[in-house]
Each structure stands twice: as structure tokens, then as C-alpha cells.
DNA sequence: GGGCGAGTTGACATCGGTGTCACAACCTGG
DNA sequence: CCAGGTTGTGACACCGATGTCAACTCGCCC
């Protein structure tokens, strides 16, 4: 391990010297900094984080705790956003996984306190309410896809109304009058989000909302897990003599079936069927064929944004400190979606 | 912020005796450590992890560095797993997501450097070579999902060979003796590994391996981009008039296409034909109807086995240090394989 | 020539823990 | 009752950086 002495004594100054030439200290004069700067390139030098780090009793660390990440793969997203926001503040990254248990969850509140890291993300993979109940953590905490119920901390979750308007009238515009719904799971926070955007859209579009024309593509087991029954919502919709043109699916794997249940009834899409899709999930919205049109959820957006608001909440950036910032979910369109 | 001095004048003892509490130094009088631990509790005491890195020389954060997580979603499990190793080996992460960019990777050793990470995991998306340069990085690196060309790191690796085994060695056992293979693209070395075993599983079995039979789902494009061409490759298999009776595919998004082309053909699965997934991308193989059987790569294990090597490596823990760890590829039965 | 300010540098204390070693208190057996 | 050992505790130095403040060297002006 090189040290800020062993520097000193290779260039014959004092330690300080060469820590004001390593913090860009302007007072030093441009030789010396020139001849120390050579001599840290060469020795390798790089300062230590744990000893600048208690002198200054803060870390340029930032703390990321999430639930599973894994369900919802994209949801990783979240955490590259925050790693990109965070290379620009020059600051890196504690992550912890608690797979939702509080006991893990309370025992990283203090590992992150020991690490004095610099804030938190508390990012989950569905976007839900959170109580985070007393962390003892001093630094401020940023809620990514998630809210407080107690509006407690500051939230950046993803715009789910806008996100079902942009679906419906995405397909309003391409001229569909009679659109169904094979929606998430009705108690997720996303389906009523998402069912008040459709509304607006039809509503601005003349159209009537028949409720017969949303189904449920998800039903929740007694043991709390959920099937896809998109299959058989999706036949239903579509065995009906007033078959609807465009299909609005709760995510990109309701339209999977989607696209199952058309062909075994011989329909094709986007000829006979138009389908939208939601989370925009590349594995499979580019592997249908043709390719789903969907609308993203901008993980990466959400955990770039947290950081940021993060930084700003830490007094450490300029700008507002909204209790919720929204982030757009953008249409991203692909080949299944038609004009009629 | 509370330190152990704070305690001590608390407890009327000596800083040293709390910090003799704090790391179960069992040279202390059981009533002075009840004591003690009582006013910890009390004060929320928490060490500070920098000033004991400081004076330890060494860090409790192991170092993972990834190129992009994302195209592979379901990768990340990868970093689960060193979590959950880390976890238990009472450390944390710091995380480190290069996006394959050298500069940021060259940046990322020194970050390490200065943290004094206590060793280093870099993961890759695909299974592949890697050529670390030489990162001036002191302590054990392991590699996780690739493996050094110059054999200078151990690695950790899926058993893509045994792989390819499993999955033909499966349809062998249930009686298929045509069977077609939709393989990932042939520069890869997954591609080339499990062919190895296809043809193992094959010979062993008593059956042909007609290279006719094998198609590759993805073609390179000239910009470096891959295309899913799996739905035509699929589309030529079956319209043999010596049709295969199951079909292995390089990865779950090629199943899906398969599962279309057959669909298309009138074909179902796995009545008229037997599919056999890679991955196990479950939002993929949960989804399909009939579900898809399928061989997991096991991003989980393999990450959990790199830290766990890592602490072996740093000499923390017993146990021999293999150059290289194949991690087995289970098969995971679903409804897409029938005995024929 | 003396005084003053700007520019440059270094000595020293300090952050919050832990290793080392000394020492006091208590026990044991002869 | 004392030598010799065990147990429990504290004083002190130190890890590697930086803030404070003093000191020293100039150059310049009165």
C-alpha cells in the first residue's frame, strides 16, 4: 500500500504537500505539483478511501437497497440508472438485497449507517407503497418505484396513468374503436393507475368503456402466488361476435398469449388483431413476431432520477425537492399495432 | 454521530474495553459486557466502518464489477448470488457496472484500489473470454460467467457442454430419435460447447447426428447486431418431410419462435412436437403455453460460488482453488416435452 | 531599510477505532 | 504468607488522510 508519506518522502515534500496536489489545491505552486503529480502517476498512488473518509466523516458512498430484483428482471434497470447517475457524482455504489426480509432489511440500515454512506435508494421491483418504518438513518432516502403511505420520503415512481393513456390512445389514433383489456392483477396499484389513463383516452376519443371488454390476465392463487391467464382471457375477447380490433395487454407476457390465443383461432396479427403491449421487456417484445409495440417502464430513468433527487435532497445539488417525481413511460413502437 | 469513546464515558469504562465488547473479545467480565452491550443498544451505537478498515487494512466490501447487465436480464442473478454468499460471510458489495467500457473499468480498479476491497468478482453478461490487462490490483479477482484466455484468474463458469448433454440426453429418454436443433449463434462458445455435448448425448444414445438438422436462430449482422431468425429456422425443420419430432433451441427466445412456427404449421406442442428451451428465463418459460422445459443457467450458483472461491483465494476460508469451476446446468420440467 | 501582503510549505493535532503491553486484582498451591 | 499464574482493564501509539495555523520566502512600496 502506497501512502501520502511515501509519496512526501520520494519527492522530498511533506505529506500535506502532496494531499493538496492530489485535491487540486490551488495553492502550490505549479512545479512542485507538476513534479509530485509525476511521482503519484508513477508510485501508483491512490488516496485512501477509509482514512480521507473518516477525516471528513462522509462517504462518497451511496446506499442501494431493493427487494427481489429478480422477478421483474428489468427492474435491474433501476440500479444501472443510479450506477450511471452516480458515476457522475463520482460516487460508487453499496448495494444490498434483502429478498424482503426485514431482518436483513434492518441489518443493512446499519451497515449502511457504519459505512456513513452518503443516502439512500430504497427501490422495490413493483411499484407499491412502502413503509419504511423508523430506519434510524440519519441521510436523506429516496424511494425508487415505490411510495411512502406515510409520504415520509421523497418517491420516484413511474407515470402508470399516463402509461395506459399513451396505450389507448396510441391505438384510438390509429383508428380502433373497439379496444379490450387483458390486464395485471386488479389489486396492483399499476391496473388502477393504468385503468383511470384508458378512461381519459377513451373519453377523449368518443369511445365508450364497456367493462365486459377488460378481463383480468392474471388471477392471484390462495397461497399468494399469481397464474397467467391470459390464454383464455384473450380467447374469450376474442370469440366474441364483436370482436375487438386492439387488444391492451398488462404487460409484455399477457401479450405472449395474446398472440397464442389469435393464432390458435386463426387470426393474425397486426392484420386481424392489433396488440400493445407494457414494460417493454426487449427479450420478449423484440422475439415475437412480429415484434411488440410497448410501452416502456423507465427503470432506468426512475433509478437515474433517484440519485439525482437524492443529491439534491443532501443539499449537495441545486433544484426542487418534490415529494414525487414522475417519470413518462414512452411508446416504443414495433410491428404490432395497425392502422384500421 | 456516536462513537466509542461516547459509550465508554457511558459506561464508565474505557474505549478499549467497548470495542473488546463490540468483536466478542471473550477476555471481558460478563458483567461488565452486559453492561456495555445494554448502552450500545441504547445509544444506537454503530462502529464506524471506516475507522476500523483504517486500522484493520482492510476491507469488509468485496468489489463486483459487470459489463451491461442488461441485455441478459436475467444475469443479475448473478450478483444475487455473490450477495447471498456475501451475506453470509458477513460482507457487502460494492458495485461497479462498467458498460464494457475500458476507461470506466480502468477507473473502477482504482476505485477498488482505494476502497481496499477485500477481492474482486468480474461478471459478464455471456459466456465468454475476457482479457483483463493488468489491472495493478492487489488482491484475488475471480471471474464469474467468463474466464481468462491467459488462465491468469480463476473462474467460474456454466457447464454449457453438460448442458447441451441434458437437454438432448432428455428428449433420448423420452423416445425421440429425430431430433432438430434452433442453435444461439455459432461464434459463441456456448454454441460450440454444447454441440459437444448434443453429440456426446447423441452417440451414447444410438442416434444419427445429421448436421442438416442443425440451424443456427441468430445471424450476426454485418453492424455487429444479432437477428432472431429462429421463426424461419424453425419453419424449415418442419416442413421436412422427415420432420424432427422435438426441437433443442439455443435459448428460450428461440423457443418462442419455434412455439410460432409450429403454431403457424397447425402443429402443437407438445402433442406434434417436443421443444426444449436454455436459460430458463422464466417470464419466458412460465409464460409460453404449454409451459417450456427447459435448462437453467445457473447465474445464481455461479455467482455465489465466485465469492465463496474469492474468500478461498484470500485465504479466509478452506478449501482447494481450482483454476476453473464448471456449474452444473439443471433441467427444469415443464409441459413442452412428451414421451413419444 | 523596514514593513506588509501574497504565495508556498510544513508541523501538528485529529478523525474512530484496534494492537500492544503494562498493570492491578484475584486466585492457586506450597 | 508469598511466588507465580490467570483474568480483566486501561494507557498509549498508530492506521492514512486533512484542517489549522504558523513560518518562511519573496517582491513591492513607502
Redesign the interface.
Given at each position: 500500500?502506497v501512502t501520502l508519506k511515501d509519496v512526501a518522502r520520494e519527492a522530498g515534500v511533506s505529506p500535506k504537500t502532496v494531499s493538496r496536489v492530489v485535491n487540486d489545491d490551488p495553492a502550490v505552486n505549479a512545479k512542485t505539483r507538476e513534479a509530485v503529480a509525476e511521482i503519484i502517476q508513477r508510485m501508483?498512488y491512490?488516496?485512501?478511501?477509509?482514512?480521507r473518509?473518516?477525516r471528513m466523516?462522509h462517504?462518497s458512498?451511496v446506499g442501494v437497497m431493493t427487494d427481489a430484483?429478480?422477478t421483474t428482471?428489468?427492474s435491474?434497470?433501476i440500479?444501472?440508472g443510479a450506477?450511471?447517475g452516480l458515476?457522475e457524482q463520482t460516487r460508487?455504489?453499496?448495494?444490498?438485497?434483502t429478498d424482503g426480509d426485514p431482518k436483513?432489511e434492518h441489518e443493512y440500515w446499519?451497515?449502511f449507517?457504519?459505512?456513513?454512506v452518503a443516502g439512500a435508494v430504497y427501490a422495490t421491483t413493483y411499484h407499491r407503497p412502502v413503509d419504511l418504518g423508523a430506519p434510524?438513518f440519519e441521510r436523506g432516502i429516496v424511494l425508487a418505484n415505490c411510495y411512502s403511505a406515510r409520504r415520509s420520503h421523497s418517491s420516484v415512481v413511474p407515470d402508470d396513468e399516463g402509461g395506459g393513456y399513451t396505450q389507448a390512445r396510441h391505438l384510438i389514433e390509429l383508428g380502433h374503436r373497439r379496444i379490450g383489456i387483458v390486464s395485471l392483477s386488479p389489486v396492483l396499484r399499476a391496473t388502477v393507475l393504468r385503468g383511470a389513463g384508458y378512461r381519459t383516452a377513451f373519453a377523449e376519443g368518443g369511445l365508450f368503456y364497456d367493462p365486459s371488454l377488460e378481463v383480468p390476465g392474471f388471477v392471484t392463487r390462495p397461497d399468494g402466488g399469481e397464474d397467467?391467464v391470459a390464454?383464455d382471457a384473450a380467447l374469450g375477447l376474442l370469440q366474441r361476435s364483436d370482436r375487438p380490433t386492439a387488444i391492451i395487454c398488462g404487460n409484455?407476457?399477457i401479450a405472449?398469449?395474446v398472440?397464442?390465443a389469435a393464432?390458435?383461432l386463426g387470426l393474425s396479427v397486426p392484420e386481424d388483431l392489433s396488440v400493445m403491449g407494457f414494460d417493454d421487456?426487449t427479450?420478449?417484445t423484440?422475439?415475437?413476431?412480429p415484434m411488440l409495440t410497448s410501452v416502456a417502464l423507465p427503470y432506468f430513468e426512475i433509478g437515474r432520477t433517484a440519485v439525482d433527487l437524492l443529491a439534491r435532497i443532501n443539499g449537495e445539488s441545486e433544484g426542487p425537492i418534490p415529494p414525487q417525481v414522475l417519470v413518462p413511460c414512452p411508446l416504443v413502437e414495433r410491428h404490432s399495432c395497425r392502422p384500421i
Open positions: 500500500m501508483h491512490v488516496p485512501d478511501h477509509a482514512a473518509m473518516m466523516s462517504s458512498v430484483v429478480a428482471p428489468y435491474v434497470d440500479i444501472r450506477q450511471s458515476w460508487t455504489m453499496l448495494i444490498a438485497n436483513q446499519q451497515v449507517r457504519a459505512h456513513k434510524d397467467l390464454y409484455d407476457q405472449v398469449q398472440y397464442a393464432a390458435a421487456m427479450i420478449i423484440r422475439t415475437l413476431k
